[in-house]
T-cell receptor, first 115, second 112 residues
Framework: DQQVKQNSPSLSVQEGRISILNCDYTNSMFDYFLWYKKYPAEGPTFLISISSIKDKNEDGRFTVFLNKSAKHLSLHIVPSQPGDSAVYFCAASGAGGTSYGKLTFGQGTILTVHP | DTGVSQDPRHKITKRGQNVTFRCDPISEHNRLYWYRQTLGQGPEFLTYFQNEAQLEKSRLLSDRFSAERPKGSFSTLEIQRTEQGDSAMYLC??????????FGQGTRLTVV
């Protein structure tokens, strides 16, 4: 069962515009959510995270929104740059203790930003 | 370089052979994780260590797989009698406590 889903395999955006990547989850025990970026032949790189007690977290051009009632989160990138082109993974973690850092990932969304 | 280091980066092996991968986490991180990623999918959790103790194993980790972290520093992941279905990217990650996981560049395994 896919507990974290990214339903858009790919997204194409013009440079300077907003990129919105979406993620849905089913497990209500998840309480910490993360976005990772991955270039080919490299490991995932952490971008931004959000705790379930918040509904928004911003870091520069990146903002993550969490809608707990809908079990939905999104990553906004404004303005998008060609260097943002990569695969973006949504990930979720359960309640603290031993499960913290044990991540359940979505399938990824390939973002392409055109100059 | 103080990031997570994995060795080798690439491994091609014949079906039925044993392979071993190594992961060196960030030095002050006491938690170490192994993940597997296949084409078109996100990474999937395999197992987790806190210091030298292996605290959790996924059902994905068949009895052909074994992982160790003997002194709570580096870790090894061994696959015995490899099968073509074992072909994947094997990722290692480390984290100190309640923070994001830092991933290595992965070991790409191809079983022919």
């Amino acid at each position: 069962d896919q507990q974290v889903k990214q339903n858009s395999p790919s997204l194409s955006v013009q440079e300077g515009r907003i990129s919105i990547l979406n993620c849905d989850y089913t497990n209500s025990m998840f309480d910490y959510f993360l976005w990772y970026k991955k270039y080919p032949a490299e490991g995932p790189t952490f971008l931004i995270s959000i705790s379930s007690i918040k509904d928004k977290n911003e870091d520069g051009r990146f903002t993550v929104f969490l809608n707990k009632s809908a079990k939905h989160l999104s990553l906004h990138i404004v303005p998008s740059q060609p260097g943002d082109s990569a695969v973006y993974f949504c990930a979720a973690s359960g309640a603290g203790g031993t499960s913290y850092g044990k991540l359940t990932f979505g399938q990824g969304t390939i973002l392409t930003v055109h100059p | 370089d103080t990031g997570v280091s994995q060795d080798p980066r690439h491994k091609i092996t014949k079906r039925g052979q044993n392979v071993t991968f190594r992961c060196d986490p960030i030095s002050e991180h006491n938690r170490l994780y192994w993940y597997r990623q296949t084409l078109g999918q996100g990474p999937e959790f395999l197992t987790y260590f806190q210091n030298e103790a292996q605290l959790e194993k996924s059902r994905l980790l068949s009895d052909r797989f074994s992982a160790e972290r003997p002194k709570g520093s580096f870790s090894t992941l061994e696959i015995q009698r490899t099968e073509q279905g074992d072909s994947a990217m094997y990722l290692c990650a480390s984290t100190p406590q309640r923070t994001e996981a830092f991933f290595g560049q992965g070991t790409r395994l191809t079983v022919v």
